[in-house]
């Protein structure tokens, strides 16, 4: 039962729920929904709405509304379809169900390397994708930096913690000075 | 984590593009406008022959587009008032011989989520429970201090988790979820004063 449950709700906490959006949409078409009601037993004020939609005949002006449209149209219809996927990790552990925001690992990574590999952490950073963290470190000018210290390290970060995501390496040939 | 619908958040705003790619193609092909504006006419003239006794100052056409209009606002209201919930105050409820035990959210905060709290590598935890496919669900949102040991963290989180599967007797779906600190995080202070 559990299982069920745990899917669910990390499934719901990986994407995003478009509420504010859908709100938005529902706001504005209420609005619409009211004034066609109105229109459709006020037959002065169906005359009026006429004569100003006449007045956008304008060949022009109809281009415009019609670009802008489309590409309104082609948001909202993109948002509703993607995924919308939340920059989180989901993962099962025996008794719980665990999430963790990518910036959480990028920063716990990072930090390792600094730790492990003695350089400041503001040159060490961590880019967390969908199957693995890509590590970058600027070493000081003149001590070099081991690769392999460095994936070694984020490797053991990512394995204490259960995380399952591969490691990519990149040292900058280039040093800073300390 | 609510009980938001979220399938028809996302039909909704497919229905709402859609329509807005129809108003861009009929902006764009005027003729096309012509001839939906042609069929509806036609459909309003063979309705029109049709009066209703009481309401024969309106045309038939007009009392089903504004009973539409007026359905369609119902539904989206209902739609609008009908996200949220799903949270519960009451995390565990034990049916007895003698009635029932039931155990409040603030129980399971002070197990589950004061320990996080008080670690110096934690800025911030707090719990919030919710029902999912009708079992009651416990979540607690925990975010790290900058250079915190994640793994460390998990560890204590799953001993507190012990104790209370101990306490409660079940064990109820829990969460736990590393969140990223908020930019009001970067004031507090790493020392505590008690």
């Known amino acids: 039962m559990n299982e069920q449950v745990y899917r669910r709700v990390l499934r719901r906490e990986t994407h995003r729920p478009r509420t504010v959006a859908a709100i938005i949409v529902a706001v504005a078409l209420i609005a619409l929904a009211a004034a066609g009601a109105w229109l459709a037993v006020d037959r002065a004020a169906r005359r009026g709405a006429v004569a100003g939609i006449d007045a956008l005949s304008d060949p022009r002006i109809a281009t415009a509304v ?52 003695d350089v400041p952490r503001t040159r060490v950073s961590a880019l967390v994708e969908r199957r693995r963290v890509t590590v970058r470190v600027t070493p000081t000018s003149g001590v070099p930096t081991d690769e392999a210290m460095v994936r070694t390290a984020a490797e053991a970060a990512l394995a204490n913690a259960r995380i399952p995501l591969a490691v990519a390496v990149r040292v900058n040939e280039k040093g800073a000075i300390a | 984590m609510n009980a938001t619908n979220r399938v028809l958040n996302r039909a909704l705003i497919l229905i709402a593009g859609l329509l807005l790619a129809g108003v861009a193609a009929l902006a764009i092909r005027p003729a096309w406008a012509d001839q939906g504006l042609d069929a509806a ?21 007009a009392i089903v587009a504004c009973a539409i209009a007026v359905l369609a606002v119902i539904a989206l209201v209902w739609f609008v008032f009908a996200h949220g919930g799903g949270r519960i105050s009451t995390v565990r409820r034990s049916p007895r011989r003698l009635g029932e035990v039931s155990v ?91």
């Not at chain 1, 149209?73 to 990518?102: E, F, H, K, N, W």
């Not at chain 2, 459909?43 to 209703?52: H, L, N």
């Not at chain 2, 460390?152 to 829990?174: K, R, S």
């Open chain 1, 66 to 117: 019609g670009i802008v449209a489309g590409v309104l149209a082609l948001v909202l219809i993109l948002y509703a379809l993607l995924p919308g996927r939340i920059r989180r990790r989901a993962l099962s552990r025996d008794r719980l169900a665990l999430l963790i925001d990518d910036r959480v690992v990028a920063n716990g990574v990072a930090d390792a390397v600094a730790r492990a590999c």
């Open chain 2, 41 to 61: 006419r036609e459909v309003r003239r063979r309705m029109d022959g049709i009066r209703i006794s009481g309401l024969e100052s309106l045309s038939l056409s």
């Open chain 2, 104 to 194: 409040d959210r603030s129980v399971a905060e002070e197990v589950l989520a004061r320990p996080l709290r008080e670690r110096p590598d934690v800025i911030a935890a707090h719990l919030s429970s919710f029902r999912v496919k009708g079992s009651r669900t416990i979540r607690v949102t925990v975010r790290p201090r900058r250079g915190a040991d994640l793994a460390t963290i998990i560890h204590a989180f799953e001993n507190a988790v012990a104790e209370w599967d101990a306490l409660a007797g079940e064990q109820d779906p829990v969460v736990l979820h590393l969140a990223e600190a908020r930019l009001r995080d970067s004031w507090s202070s790493e020392a505590r004063v008690s």
